[in-house]
């Protein structure tokens, strides 16, 4: 059986990671401090410490975890296209997800730490759907399938840049695919 304390442990660790993912989203993640952290999470600014590291350990952490849970549900099927970016219609790109990952990104170009962190999810997830058209006998795979991720990102970029733009990307990259099969 597990200790109480063990399990309220657990709790504040949890506590402090969605206080920082909200912070991230409202704040930028250069504007996020410890005392503000704290205090969302409703803790003493020594207990982010005892916990994380350091404030850059938990935002990584914080912002790595809720990156990989929204893609870790994007799972191409039978039209990898549909199956890829039918979920991006639920980003406004002024969304919490949207300003998250915009976030991150951003942080990851002075942060090397970070930087490695998203290279490598965003590398799983490209070999996975490069695996997924080796299946279906798409030429040249590992290429189609950067094309691809480079789109979703783009295209989430773009959406926050400008929201009424919703140019649907899904003919061409359609033709990409389809185009490129054996």
């Not at 909200?22 to 503000?36: N, P, Q």
């Not at 952290?37 to 590291?53: I, K, Q, T």
């Not at 300003?99 to 930087?115: G, N, S």
């Not at 040249?140 to 773009?158: F, K, N, R, S, Y």
Request: proline share 3%.
């Amino acid at each position: 059986m597990e200790s109480s304390m063990a399990a309220r442990g657990r709790d504040v660790r949890q506590r402090l990671i969605t206080a920082a993912i909200e912070l991230i989203v409202e704040k930028g993640w250069s504007a996020v401090s410890t005392r503000m952290l704290a205090e969302r999470a409703g803790v003493a600014s020594g207990v982010v410490h005892y916990h994380f590291a350091s404030l850059r350990a938990l935002l990584t952490e914080a912002a790595i975890g809720a990156i990989r849970a929204a893609v870790a549900g994007i799972e191409p099927r039978q039209d990898v296209i549909a199956d890829l970016f039918d979920p991006l219609d639920a980003y406004s790109g002024g969304d919490p997800t949207s300003l998250l990952f915009i976030e991150t990104y951003l942080a990851a170009t002075r942060d090397e730490e970070l930087r490695s962190a998203i290279s490598a999810l965003v590398t799983e997830f490209q070999q996975r759907l490069a695996e997924w058209l080796a299946d279906q006998a798409v030429v040249a795979p590992q290429e189609t399938a950067a094309v691809i991720v480079a789109a979703i990102d783009g295209l989430m970029l773009h959406r926050a840049l400008n929201p009424a733009a919703r140019t649907d990307l899904r003919p061409v990259l359609r033709r990409l695919v389809e185009g490129g099969a054996r």
